[in-house]
T-cell receptor
Framework: DTGVSQDPRHKITKRGQNVTFRCDPISEHNRLYWYRQTLGQGPEFLTYFQNEAQLEKSRLLSDRFSAERPKGSFSTLEIQRTEQGDSAMYLC????????????FGEGSRLTVL | DQQVKQNSPSLSVQEGRISILNCDYTNSMFDYFLWYKKYPAEGPTFLIS?????DKNEDGRFTVFLNKSAKHLSLHIVPSQPGDSAVYFC?????????????FGSGTQLTVLP
């Protein structure tokens, strides 16, 4: 399978706990994105990496959120001290460059905060 | 403030007929537009795009129309097939050909009835 893969697919946690999601992009893609999608809404941009450099962060990304992409390959998104409002689908996407604007999305990691 | 709006949450069409999905935007800086399709339990997949220098782009059964003066775009699917049943998101970017910060609409659920 050469698509974008995300792990875990579903995470249930209690409020106040920390969670971490992992994304493995398509291997030849140097750009990686995190989006968040809540029920009835479209995906919302969180952050963007080009290789290992985090080039953009949305104001949605509070200081409880941190994303990394060591070595420019896989990426992790950590949420500290989770709140119920963090419950959402976290989508990772990758692309090979700006030529078409097309993103390749993974299946997402669904977070439920109790 | 939603910069990309899809005012119809759902649309039902008979197989073989035309499906027309609409999208409005407010940000005049947007100049690149995309449509994504999403099946349940899958990530969004790219469908078709259009740059602001064009008013129409066609790919097989799918055609996207852009009316810049009205800040409106539409996706036409003809003929519609049951396999087209999915949620359709329109998205916009301020940089032509860039996926760096796509802004998505809230989606339209298309159901194609056999």
């Amino acid at each position: 399978d050469t698509g974008v893969s995300q792990d875990p697919r579903h995470k249930i946690t209690k409020r106040g706990q920390n969670v971490t999601f992992r994304c493995d992009p398509i291997s030849e893609h140097n750009r990686l994105y995190w989006y968040r999608q809540t029920l009835g809404q479209g995906p919302e941009f969180l952050t963007y990496f080009q290789n290992e450099a985090q080039l953009e962060k949305s104001r949605l990304l509070s200081d409880r959120f941190s994303a990394e992409r060591p070595k420019g390959s896989f990426s992790t998104l950590e949420i500290q001290r989770t709140e119920q409002g963090d419950s959402a689908m976290y989508l990772c996407a990758s692309s090979s460059g700006p030529t078409t604007g097309e993103l390749f999305f993974g299946e997402g990691s669904r977070l439920t905060v109790l | 403030d939603q910069q990309v709006k899809q005012n119809s949450p759902s649309l039902s069409v008979q197989e073989g007929r035309i499906s027309i999905l609409n999208c409005d935007y407010t940000n005049s800086m947007f100049d690149y537009f995309l449509w994504y399709k999403k099946y349940p339990a899958e990530g969004p997949t790219f469908l078709i795009s259009i740059s602001s220098i064009k008013d129409k782009n066609e790919d097989g059964r799918f055609t996207v129309f852009l009316n810049k003066s009205a800040k409106h775009l539409s996706l036409h699917i003809v003929p519609s097939q049951p396999g087209d049943s999915a949620v359709y998101f329109c998205a916009a970017s301020p940089l032509a050909g860039s996926a760096r910060q796509l802004t998505f609409g809230s989606g339209t659920q298309l159901t194609v009835l056999p």
